[in-house]
């Protein structure tokens, strides 16, 4: 209540006076009842607490004013002779002279007080206003972002009422963005216009004030306020300018970093991508010649078994070199943005025995077994890339399993997710591996000295995350080999974008 009474007279002067003159007034009232109870010399001090109230409240100027009223009301109305100013007893002078000494002394003691208190809200205030934007410019990742926390800051400390006019400028452009009702505004031609000029601290330019954003030497923006400001203000907008000069900075720092992380992953697989084609693409292409070269060379001189053992390893490496060569294809249009989700409703069970149609005799007499386990079999996705990811599983399966297993496809799900699981009675994958198997041409050595740089588990990934799933190595509860889990979710409607190439990862 008495913070609302001061925020009133601090906003209405004239009414600090009278209120200064109806205290004086009622407390007139109160000395006279308390007259019949106590000394008439003690009654001083019950105008003393109300000069103090006053300067609590109030200005100096209206303290000033209760001070004196209050020792003309006290020679008016309690000093012989009474009702006049004439005082017939030097001891009612002395105290008389006292009490307004003391008043006055009061006003200027709790003026002090009022202005230190005054003085330190204010400050404290303006740390705060720094301390929160510290904190925003901290998290921001981007230079519009930087430019709307520093704009509604400065709003903020100088009143919503200020129109702030910032620019980020470099090499090439000038980005400029406003906030505030003002229709005019500076545009890019006026700030190239103010950086022309020799700017320290800031300059004046039709009717705007501009600081810059400096670090260093280097001006990194411009900001421009049309409102006047005192030096308090100013040093604040220039500590506001240099915290966002740091934020800008550090953002850069980030996007170099991001650039140079980026070229050397960009090398690296630029160096696994020819090591896969050295591998993967020669290595099949090996077998085929030589057994194409056996079948032309010797042709009378071979059995039919063995023909058709030849012909078959061609077709098989034929098979092999397509598989690796499509994985390829994809990788280039997953990085390159060209698949879209078409999201249908399939059925689960025709994905599955699509995907074991797809995949051409093991040589190692692997075969499938499939169990589908769940209460709705329609889902909304991409069937093909669902298809395609599931068929990479497979794949891998075959490959690391031992000669007539059997490889185990399960689906089922809970409340969230669909669950598919392919089961390999292979030698399992070490749990320091487990994640490292989904990194493009990343390798593990096989038993058969056949080592694998391919792309299928990692663009199977990429397929999976771009339905919002995940895909995982698991251990094979029978202990075995490995259970690898397709988990979507069963939510459809979240839009997850566009496949790229580094969901893979």
């Known amino acids: 209540m008495i913070l609302n009474?001061?925020?009133?007279?601090?906003?209405?002067?004239?009414?600090?006076?009278?209120?200064?003159?109806?205290?004086?007034?009622?407390?007139?009232?109160?000395?006279?009842v308390l007259?019949?109870?106590?000394?008439?010399?003690?009654?001083?001090?019950?105008?003393?607490?109300?000069?103090?109230?006053?300067?609590?409240?109030?200005?100096?100027g209206a303290a000033i004013v209760a001070s004196l009223l209050s020792f003309l009301s006290f020679n008016f109305f309690f000093t012989e002779p009474y009702f006049t100013?004439?005082?017939?007893?030097?001891?009612?002078?002395?105290?008389?002279?006292?009490f307004l000494l003391v008043a006055l002394l009061t006003v200027d003691m709790a003026s002090r007080m009022r202005r230190a208190i005054s003085h330190y809200q204010q400050s404290l205030k303006r740390l705060t206003n720094f301390y929160d934007f510290s904190q925003k410019m901290s998290s921001a990742t981007d230079v519009e972002t930087v430019m709307d926390i520093m704009?509604?800051?400065?709003?903020?400390?100088?009143?919503?009422?200020?129109?702030?006019?910032?620019?980020?400028?470099?090499?090439?452009?000038?980005?400029?963005?406003?906030?505030?009702?003002?229709?005019?505004?500076?545009?890019?031609?006026?700030?190239?216009?103010?950086?022309?000029?020799d700017l320290d601290t800031?300059?004046?330019?039709?009717?705007?004030?501009?600081?810059?954003i400096r670090l260093g030497q280097k001006t990194l923006?411009?900001?421009?306020?049309?409102?006047?400001?005192?030096?308090?203000?100013?040093?604040?907008?220039?500590?506001?300018?240099?915290?966002?000069?740091?934020?800008?900075?550090?953002?850069?720092?980030?996007?170099?970093?991001?650039?140079?992380?980026?070229?050397?992953?960009?090398?690296?697989?630029?160096?696994?991508?020819?090591?896969?084609?050295?591998?993967?693409?020669?290595?099949?292409l090996s077998s085929i010649i030589g057994a194409g070269?056996?079948?032309?060379?010797?042709?009378?001189?071979?059995?039919?078994?063995?023909?058709?053992?030849?012909?078959?390893?061609?077709?098989?490496?034929?098979?092999?070199?397509?598989?690796?060569?499509?994985?390829?294809?994809?990788?280039?249009?997953?990085?390159?943005?060209?698949?879209?989700?078409?999201?249908?409703?399939?059925?689960?069970?025709?994905?599955?025995?699509?995907a074991i149609k797809r995949m051409p005799p093991a040589t190692n007499g692997v075969h499938f077994d499939a169990e589908i386990d769940v209460q709705d079999t329609i889902i909304h996705v991409h069937g093909l890339l669902i298809e395609q990811a599931i068929v990479n599983l497979l794949d891998n399966a075959v490959k690391v399993s031992t000669e007539n297993a059997l490889v185990k496809i399960k689906a089922h799900q809970d409340d969230s997710s669909?669950?598919?699981?392919?089961?390999?009675?292979?030698?399992?994958?070490?749990?320091e591996d487990k994640e490292k198997v989904f990194d493009m041409f990343y390798s593990l050595s096989r038993g058969d000295n056949q080592t694998s740089h391919g792309l299928g588990l990692a663009i199977c990934r990429g397929m999976i995350g771009a339905h919002g799933g995940h895909v995982a190595a698991l251990n094979n509860p029978d202990g075995k080999g490995t259970l690898m889990r397709i988990s979507l979710p069963l939510n459809s409607n979240t839009t997850y974008g566009q496949l790229k190439l580094w969901q893979a990862f």
């Open 85 to 98: 100013f004439h005082v017939i007893h030097q001891s009612d002078i002395a105290t008389l002279v006292l």
């Open 35 to 60: 007259n019949n109870y106590l000394p008439y010399t003690s009654l001083l001090l019950v105008f003393l607490a109300g000069v103090f109230l006053v300067s609590t409240l109030t200005s100096h």
């Open 221 to 284: 923006g411009l900001v421009a306020i049309n409102k006047r400001l005192n030096d308090k203000e100013s040093k604040g907008i220039q500590t506001f300018c240099h915290l966002t000069s740091l934020a800008l900075h550090r953002i850069k720092l980030v996007n170099e970093l991001a650039q140079t992380k980026l070229h050397a992953e960009t090398e690296q697989l630029r160096s696994a991508l020819l090591s896969s084609v050295s591998h993967d693409l020669r290595t099949p």
């Open 151 to 197: 704009m509604q800051s400065v709003r903020s400390f100088l009143g919503h009422a200020t129109d702030v006019v910032m620019a980020e400028t470099s090499e090439t452009a000038i980005f400029v963005k406003h906030q505030g009702d003002s229709k005019v505004y500076p545009n890019e031609a006026t700030f190239r216009q103010v950086l022309t000029k």
């Open 418 to 431: 669909l669950h598919i699981d392919i089961i390999d009675m292979g030698p399992g994958i070490p749990d």
């Open 202 to 212: 800031f300059c004046w330019h039709k009717g705007w004030r501009f600081f810059p």
């Open 293 to 354: 070269t056996s079948v032309i060379e010797y042709d009378h001189a071979l059995s039919i078994e063995d023909r058709q053992a030849l012909l078959k390893s061609i077709v098989e490496e034929a098979q092999r070199l397509d598989r690796h060569i499509q994985n390829l294809l994809d990788m280039t249009r997953f990085g390159n943005d060209q698949v879209k989700l078409e999201r249908d409703w399939v059925d689960i069970h025709d994905i599955i025995h699509s």
């Open 5 to 32: 009474l001061k925020a009133r007279f601090t906003a209405h002067p004239a009414y600090q006076y009278a209120f200064a003159a109806l205290l004086v007034l009622l407390l007139t009232f109160l000395a006279q």
